[in-house]
């Protein structure tokens, strides 16, 4: 097999040794609906892109899945050569890959590896081939894969407000970095932040860049103090233009750090 070779973000530009972790986002379904993200710490390796595919392959682990977070990779699919040139990532699966499901499952396995790939600098799109074949007509679903594919093509499952950081899986402390993007009205929407006793420790209106049908980016620090450490949860929500009630509930369980 011929891997590409991923250069990870470390923090402090620190080079990666045999023995060292770095974490990755993998992407998965929400609710088996919507993308959803859970970091998770895998060993580092130049090869840094073939061994995230691997770790999503591989499925969601116990608390992913308490999380809500599911796949639809069918289960069995195998990487077979991951090779990147020009920002271009081509990614060879097997034949087990590109079997069954319908409609949501064939697009949430292509966005799962799309989003999945697509986190690192050296990767602006994907091309997926099955067999080392370019998989034009992708399963019996008919999904048409002929050209790399970018998240900006790829948009269809995200929930109106999608949350990259922090995912299912993280360890927060304040000031706590939200980021991602948003649909909303008027491109508000509300987040809480709970602690290990269920208090509210944060409560935010977020304003994005773009809404009201737009996509638009989000990036805001939230500082608090006094929070009990331990299992709390980010809740983010929109308040419904007609009569106020929440609407596109997330709720995403972090570890607030002692």
Not at 13 to 20: E, L, Q
Not at 105 to 130: A, E, H, K, N, W
Not at 240 to 248: E, L, T, V, W
């Amino acid at each position: 097999m011929i891997f590409g070779t991923l250069t990870p973000r470390l923090e402090g530009g620190a080079a990666a040794s045999a023995a060292s972790r770095t974490t990755v986002a993998l992407y998965w379904l929400r609710g088996g609906v919507a993308l959803g993200v859970s970091h998770r710490a895998i060993p580092a390796t130049p090869r840094i892109g073939a061994a995230t595919l691997q770790a999503l392959l591989g499925g969601p682990n116990r608390t992913e899945r308490a999380a809500g977070l599911s796949s639809a990779v069918p289960s069995g699919s195998h990487l077979r050569s991951l090779s990147i040139t020009d920002g271009v990532a081509r990614a060879d699966f097997d034949a087990r890959f590109a079997s069954g499901g319908g409609s949501l499952s064939v697009i949430g396995r292509v966005d799962q590896v799309v989003y999945t790939l697509t986190q690192f600098p050296s990767v602006r799109r994907v091309l997926f081939l099955v067999n080392g074949k370019l998989a034009r007509t992708f399963t019996g679903e008919g999904l048409v894969l002929d050209r790399p594919v970018a998240r900006s093509d790829e948009r269809s499952l995200l929930p109106p407000i999608f949350v990259e950081r922090p995912a299912v899986g993280d360890v927060v402390r304040s000031p706590l970095r939200l980021s991602g993007l948003a649909n909303t009205f008027e491109a508000t929407f509300q987040v809480n932040l709970l602690d290990a006793g269920g208090r509210i420790v944060v409560r935010r209106t977020v304003h994005a860049s773009a809404g009201t049908g737009t996509w638009g980016t989000y990036s805001q620090s939230l500082s608090f103090t006094k929070a009990r450490p331990g299992n709390g949860r980010l809740v983010v929500f929109e308040r419904s233009a007609k009569d106020g009630r929440p609407i596109h509930v997330v709720r995403i369980p972090v570890r607030l750090a002692g």
